[in-house]
């Protein structure tokens, strides 16, 4: 009869050190950095004491917002993301003042087991609550579930602004209509594409739509602005804050030059809503009525906004012509980058806006 087998510990392994452990808190710190996203960085939290007390070091987190929640209703209805954006730009940003991370770290319980939450001071789960449990962040991504302005469908609009205490840039992006171009396509030029703006452009309400597009584009971006002020407020590592949305609409951006400045100085809140207000501004706006891009793309009714405040300089900041430039030229990525180096050899139109 065999004898039965019998399994031993191996005496080995049973004394084996995790290497794991053997890692420095500075390279575990590198490694964190590469997660960013706020809801991994959470989960790593709860997984061994050591992370409870790294995590809260890590210098770049990536923040996504689910859902939206209004201020004049139920606070526990959830924006439906999934309808058609409303086209009353205001009502959309009443919506976005009070935005919420549905359970970013939901049942998370501390390492030594005591059963207390993780972060019990996030309850409403708010990007600044979730945030404050960070002490050394110095890149900061922000993302909104979709973007701030209502438009038509086929149509396109991109916008990105670089903020101090107050508007410092702006470029927009705009054309009435994206087709993709069937292969070997040739389009011929429209004899009316001399580099001037067509006398149609005028009477069909073209301009109209562009200032529309420009008006709606800044106040997203005052709103914006205007709402990162406690997220900066508690964060004074912070070097780089960038605030965009999930259909790659609009891009808020501030440096570490902008948020010295913007701590620095009052803001100037807009009497009408909350948000900051828009300072009087210069425009330069370029048109092209056809627009063949990389990739097959055509753009009809071509439109580039290049916005700057009238009495630049009055913060003590001063950005030269080849700054806004440099801007303009890396605002947009693909093939609308291809476009906005295109449209500035446009013509240009000359505008002019009071604040509000």
Sequence with gaps: ?????????????????????????????????????????GRCSAASKRFYGLVPLVHDVCV????????????????N???PKPRNILSHFLKLMLFTIIKPFHNMRSANGAGRPLF???????????????????????????????TEDGILLKWRAEYGSTLQNC???GGTRVDRKPVGAEHEPSSDDNGSMPESFYTNGGLKLRVVWTISSLIAASTRHYLLQSIIKDHPTLASLVLTDADGQGTLCMGAEQLKEFRENQLSASACSNRTQVPACSMKLKYAPYLELPGGIALQGATLVAIKPATEGSNGSHISRKETDAFISGAFDGPFKFAAKALMKRRTYLLEMNGF
């Design 64 to 79: 996504k917002i689910d859902r939206v929640v209004t201020v004049d209703g139920d606070s526990e209805d959830p924006l």
């Design 1 to 41: 009869m065999l004898p039965k087998a019998r399994i031993h510990a191996d005496p080995v392994l049973e004394f084996e050190v995790d290497q794991f452990d053997c890692l420095p808190d500075s390279l575990v710190l590198l490694i964190l950095n590469k997660v960013e996203d706020v809801r991994s960085l």
């Design 120 to 150: 019990p001071q996030l309850a409403q789960h708010s990007p600044a609550q979730v945030l404050r449990n960070f002490t050394h962040i110095r890149n900061l991504q922000i993302e909104l579930p979709s973007g701030d302005v209502g």
């Design 171 to 173: 470029v927009i992006l």
């Design 81 to 83: 993301l999934s309808s």
